[in-house]
């Protein structure tokens, strides 16, 4: 009967390095949109190159529990004495964020009402200001001067 480890790695940024024994079989579990996804995968060493190999076995959308007894009845066929196991957690849905209280609503002002232009005149034209021209430099007016 093969004996059911606990997966260990070490995550460096976004890559996962993990030593398996070989040969051996990897039970992996995860979950997607709330319903869990398992895979076994085979890992066995060349006799000749001396290359890490690896083929998948089993994919299934099962538990856990399915994809582990899959691995413990097919180990013998594979010669395997070790299954590396890692269950990843169910995700929790996240809380609804809380609502703020809703606010008393502003009270309005009442302002004057605005008088009505008279139905033959225009509303009068604002004054456009012009800049201010600018001055010769000292050079031209000494320039400029008889």
Same mark, same amino acid.
């Given at each position: 009967?093969? /004996?059911? !480890?606990?997966? +260990? ?15 051996? !079989? $990897?039970?992996? /579990? ?6 869990? %996804? ?9 006799? #000749? +190159? ?15 529990? #399915?994809? !582990?007894?899959?691995? %413990?009845?097919?180990?013998? +066929? ?7 196991? &890692?269950? #990843?957690?169910? =995700? %929790? ?5 809380? &609502?703020?209280? =809703?606010?008393?609503?502003? @009270?309005?002002?009442? +302002?004057?009402?605005?008088? #009505? ?10 004054? $456009? ?12 007016? @000494?320039?400029?001067?008889?």
């Amino acid at each position: 009967m093969a /004996t059911v !480890l606990s997966l +260990t790695s070490v995550g460096i940024g976004d890559v996962e390095l993990f030593m398996p024994s070989p040969p051996c !079989l $990897v039970v992996n /579990t995860f979950y997607v949109d709330g319903e869990p %996804e398992s895979s076994v995968v085979y890992v066995w060493q060349d006799a #000749a +190159t001396g290359e890490l190999k690896s083929e998948l076995v089993y994919m299934q959308p099962a538990p856990f529990e #399915a994809a !582990l007894a899959w691995a %413990e009845e097919h180990a013998p +066929t594979r010669s395997v004495e070790r299954i590396h196991a &890692r269950h #990843a957690a169910k =995700a %929790e849905p996240k809380p609804a964020p809380k &609502r703020k209280p =809703a606010r008393k609503a502003a @009270v309005k002002r009442k +302002t004057a009402p605005k008088k #009505a232009a008279s139905k033959g005149k225009a509303a009068p034209k604002k004054a $456009v200001r012009k800049a201010p021209a600018r001055k010769a430099s000292v050079k031209r007016r @000494v320039a400029r001067k008889p």
